[in-house]
């Protein structure tokens, strides 16, 4: 009972903390806007400056919306990762999945000037690294069916990372100038260049993988103690690794493709979380690291907006930056890893 009573205050606490990071996300930038007018805007007051209003409405509200399904989708994909494989370094890059993406814009953006006649749109850059991830999952999928050991998926993931990063370290030595220029920027990762409709569909494929990792919460908690003790309780260890593998790469690969890839997330909101919630229960740890996830990136994202300037920082620098120190004083703290 006293535990219970702890949880519902753990989640009423970060729930808290969501709004006001998100509050506090649309109200800075490179023009401040008080919280009180912030909140009547949201609540539909017409009564607030006109251009008070558009920036929140017209830029910074879809802006927020991308953080938390990027920081909330990475941090979960991080958990299953982890919990998958019953290693703490463990993130959603180790599969290659999000290397894929990576792979898939280098093509487009780096190889137009390689192969030529590649055009460059938006709308392509997503499609190609979309394609790119969803061709490493089959891939990891099919690998999946042949090895039993996860552990030997875990060497076969990064090496898939491996080699990606090898094929795309070719093309940017071939690239011309503003190709490569235009990959970095992708690779620095953003969450303010997406339309209402590209958030919609983010939002669709977060909640499909959303779906799939609450469905694999009794095999997750069954991993934890291992993979016979999982089969020993009934659990079909073929079937629950596709579905945490094929959730890990719809969240990470879809957040990969329409952001960029962002860094340290994924790796390290899972150990934040089990510091806040000493609980290995998955239906407790996985909404609240989702929340966790969400607050990390709006307040990394607000950080890199540097308020009342009209300077913009790389949002991978912010979220290792501000974050690998923190996760290292709590570890140094508790001196322990909770798994």
């Known amino acids: 009972?006293?535990?219970?009573?702890?949880?519902?205050?753990?989640?009423?606490?970060?729930l808290v903390l969501v709004i006001a990071a998100f509050v506090l996300n649309l109200s800075l930038g490179s023009v401040a806007i008080p919280f009180s007018e912030t909140i009547a805007i949201l609540l539909g007051d017409t009564t607030v400056d006109e251009s008070k209003s558009y920036i929140i409405l017209n830029y910074r509200l879809a802006k927020a919306v991308t953080a938390i399904l990027v920081g909330g989708g990475l941090a979960v994909s991080g958990l299953l990762m982890q919990t998958l494989f019953r290693n703490p370094l463990a993130g959603p890059f180790v599969l290659g999945i999000s290397s894929g993406a990576s792979l898939g814009a280098a093509l487009l953006l780096l190889g137009a000037s390689v192969l030529g006649g590649i055009l460059y749109f938006d709308t392509s850059l997503v499609i190609a690294a979309s394609l790119g991830s969803f061709l490493v999952l089959l891939?990891?999928?099919?690998v999946a069916n042949k090895v039993r050991d996860t552990m030997t998926l875990l060497i076969i993931g990064?090496?898939?990372?491996?080699?990606?990063?090898?094929?795309?370290?070719?093309?940017?030595?071939?690239?011309?100038?503003?190709?490569?220029?235009?990959?970095?920027?992708?690779?620095?990762?953003?969450?303010?260049?997406?339309?209402?409709?590209?958030?919609?569909?983010?939002?669709?494929?977060?909640?499909?993988?959303?779906?799939l990792s609450l469905f694999s919460v009794k095999s997750l908690n069954a991993f934890l103690l291992g993979e016979n003790?999982?089969?020993?309780?009934?659990?079909?260890?073929?079937?629950?690794?596709y579905l945490i593998i094929l959730a890990t790469g719809l969240l990470a690969g879809s957040i990969t493709a329409f952001a960029g890839p962002i860094?340290?997330?994924?790796?390290?909101?899972?150990?934040?979380?089990r510091q806040l919630i000493s609980s290995t229960n998955h239906s407790i740890v996985l909404p609240a690291v989702f929340i966790y996830g969400a607050i990390l990136m709006l307040l990394c994202d607000t950080i890199a907006q540097l308020p009342n300037s009209a300077t913009v920082l790389p949002i991978n620098a912010?979220?290792?930056?501000?974050?690998?120190?923190?996760?290292?004083w709590l570890l140094v703290r508790k001196r322990k890893i909770l798994f």
Do not use: C, N
Request: hydrophobic share 55%.
């Open 1 to 14: 009972m006293r535990k219970e009573r702890s949880y519902k205050f753990s989640f009423l606490l970060l």
């Open 139 to 142: 891939v990891v999928m099919v």
């Open 158 to 211: 990064l090496m898939f990372g491996s080699i990606t990063a090898a094929i795309v370290s070719v093309l940017a030595y071939f690239s011309d100038a503003e190709s490569l220029q235009r990959f970095i920027f992708w690779s620095y990762g953003s969450v303010s260049s997406l339309s209402w409709k590209q958030i919609l569909l983010l939002l669709a494929i977060v909640i499909l993988g959303l779906v």
């Open 229 to 241: 003790y999982a089969e020993s309780l009934g659990v079909s260890i073929k079937k629950s690794k």
């Open 263 to 273: 860094a340290f997330v994924g790796l390290a909101v899972p150990h934040l979380t």
């Open 318 to 328: 912010i979220t290792s930056l501000f974050g690998a120190p923190i996760v290292i």
